[in-house]
């Protein structure tokens, strides 16, 4: 495997990442009801204890997109 092949894996991993963590933070923001609902239906969790999840899963996602895709992909953008 060469340094343009895994460049290419991590532009591309960034891409798909970073728009699903774009529409992950829209449904919440803009369908958040619809979305307690559906989940509420699942699971016995109160409106706060569903905003502090969600909170915590699209922050904790973010970092790890971050330090695990986009930081990797930079180092090859600069290495190359």
Same mark, same amino acid.
Do not use: Q
């Given at each position: 495997?060469?340094?343009? !092949?895994?460049? $290419?894996?991590?532009?591309? @991993?960034?891409?798909? &990442?970073?728009? *699903? =963590? *774009? *529409?992950?933070? *829209?449904? @919440?923001? @803009? $369908?958040?009801?619809?979305?307690?609902?559906?989940?509420?239906?699942? %699971?016995?969790? !109160?409106?706060?204890?569903? &905003?502090?999840?969600? /909170?915590? %899963?699209?922050? =904790?996602?973010?970092?790890?997109?971050?330090? %695990?895709? =986009?930081?990797? /992909?930079m180092a090859l953008l600069i290495v190359g």
């Amino acid at each position: 495997m060469d340094i343009d !092949s895994i460049r $290419a894996f991590f532009m591309w @991993c960034t891409i798909l &990442n970073v728009a *699903l =963590l *774009l *529409l992950s933070s *829209l449904m @919440c923001i @803009c $369908a958040g009801d619809w979305v307690y609902r559906i989940h509420s239906k699942w %699971f016995s969790v !109160s409106r706060e204890t569903f &905003n502090v999840a969600m /909170y915590s %899963f699209i922050g =904790l996602y973010k970092i790890l997109v971050i330090v %695990f895709i =986009l930081i990797p /992909y930079m180092a090859l953008l600069i290495v190359g």
